[in-house]
T-cell receptor, first 114, second 112 residues
């Protein structure tokens, strides 16, 4: 079975600083997709960034970027220039290719401090 | 914008009641999902559906059932609610062949 591990239950960062959230996963497949979702206090799950396993280039969305290490099965999220609005739960998620459901990690609660 | 609507934001039910959680999406998505979210456990898949009248068990289906009579609606049913089913329930949908999920805003269910 596929598993996703987020080893940091809670993290904090000063406003304008950079923070990295860790995620590892386990799969025997070669084609799959990886995601980071953000869940603010409003509870709405928001897709932050996604990465296709066949792409070697790390995905970037504005202040959010990933470090995808396929051999190590690692998929970390870097948030640059942290803002107060980044305070949220962050979930790493994984899905095999084909019509399969997302598997989520347990989440990391990020607090951005002014 | 795609919308996934969950009928209740907060719900309080008594032990033993039959509970229906409704989820409706407006973009003709084939795939729909029910997750349960608990602190420290993340999101765990209860049931999912690839199409009308189809359903598949997820990781924690015990105590739950689902119904998908129409493409846009996916209902989660707690046959006899118990206190250990107090949780946040999230519905999501995705079109076939696409990797993007759209989530509802969740139903926080309390069973007393």
């Amino acid at each position: 079975a596929q598993t996703v591990t987020q080893s940091q239950p809670e993290m904090s960062v000063q406003e304008a600083e950079t923070v990295t959230l860790s995620c590892t996963y386990d799969t025997s497949e070669n084609n799959y997709y990886l995601f980071w979702y953000k869940q603010p206090p409003s509870r709405q799950m928001i897709l932050v960034i996604r990465q296709e396993a066949y792409k070697q280039q790390n995905a970037t969305e504005n202040r959010f970027s990933v470090n995808f290490q396929k051999a190590a099965k690692s998929f970390s999220l870097k948030i640059s220039d942290s803002q107060l609005g980044d305070t949220a739960m962050y979930f790493c998620a994984f899905r095999n290719s084909g019509n399969t459901p997302l598997v989520f990690g347990k989440g990391t609660r990020l607090s951005v401090i002014a | 914008d795609v919308k996934v609507t969950q009928s209740s934001r907060y719900l309080v039910k008594r032990t033993g009641e039959k509970v229906f959680l409704e989820c409706v999406q407006d973009m003709d998505h084939e795939n729909m999902f029910w997750y349960r979210q608990d602190p420290g456990l993340g999101l765990r898949l209860i049931y999912f559906s690839y199409d009308v009248k189809m359903k598949e068990k997820g990781d924690i289906p015990e105590g739950y059932s689902v119904s998908r009579e129409k493409k846009e609606r996916f209902s989660l049913i707690l046959e006899s609610a118990s206190t250990n089913q107090t949780s946040m329930y999230l519905c999501a949908s995705r079109p076939r062949g696409h990797y993007g999920y759209t989530f509802g805003s969740g139903t926080r269910l309390t069973v007393v």
